[in-house]
């Protein structure tokens, strides 16, 4: 069983281009949590999906800033007319269901995106 | 809205000492906690997972408590090793998270 599977590991963006970042979650989890961190800060959450549902988009930018989970395939996030600032690491993680119904919540390896 | 505070920032300490971390919540009906750590450059990974009936998870040299009524939990790592220096971070229910403690442990 492979873990949560983030791809590509480093991408570099322009500025102004677009950013697709790809979370393949583990196997049997149907619940995904994107987070940001930046160089030597914590991690920030961004959005909390469920397959076809978004459950908490409070920590997403209000403009530029999408995430998806499609019955099939990876979810995505997706950032749109790329700044310096969004230069960061972004990780995803996975849990099988709610966590409040105790379930254990695994990472990715993280995207980083440098915006140049 | 859910705060998770994680005491110290940082810990230096050397190596065979004994450590507690702390994670501090405000809403102490939670359901779950977990601990992770994350090494430099990497993603984290999970040490113990707190169920909200439970009190206290065992793995090795770790061991995490968890007491809601005071809404706090702490992380004790015996004799710690240079290869525990990482960051420490717990997260509450919907995978809110404290800022970590970043532990050095020197040989």
């Known amino acids: 069983n492979a873990g949560v599977m983030q791809n590509p590991r480093h991408l570099v963006r322009r500025r102004g281009q677009e950013a697709r970042l790809r979370c393949s979650p583990m196997k049997g989890h149907s619940h995904v949590y994107w987070y940001r961190q930046l160089p030597e800060e914590g991690l920030k959450f961004m959005v909390y999906?469920?397959?076809?549902?978004?459950?908490?988009e409070s920590g997403m930018p209000k403009e530029r800033f999408s995430a998806e989970f499609p019955k099939e395939g990876p979810s995505i996030l997706r950032i749109q007319q790329v700044v310096r600032g969004d230069s960061a690491a972004y990780f995803c993680?996975?849990?099988?269901?709610?966590?409040?119904?105790?379930?254990?919540?695994?990472f990715g390896q993280g995207t980083r995106l440098t915006v140049v | 809205k859910q705060e998770v505070t994680q005491i110290p920032a940082a810990l230096s300490v050397p190596e065979g000492e004994n450590l507690v971390l702390n994670c501090s919540f405000t809403?102490?009906?939670?359901?779950?906690l977990q601990w992770f750590r994350q090494d430099p450059g990497k993603g984290l990974t999970s040490l113990l997972l707190?169920?909200?009936?439970?009190r206290e998870q065992t793995s090795g040299r770790l061991n995490a408590s968890l007491d809601k009524s005071s809404g706090r939990s702490t992380l004790y790592i015996a004799a710690s090793q240079p290869g525990d220096s990482a960051t420490y971070l717990c997260a509450v229910d919907d995978m809110r998270f404290g800022a970590g403690t970043r532990l050095t442990v020197k040989p």
């Open positions: 707190i169920q909200s009936s439970q």
């Open positions: 999906l469920q397959k076809e549902n978004i459950i908490d």
């Open positions: 993680a996975s849990s099988p269901g709610q966590r409040r119904g105790g379930t254990e919540a695994f």
């Open positions: 809403d102490s009906a939670i359901y779950n």
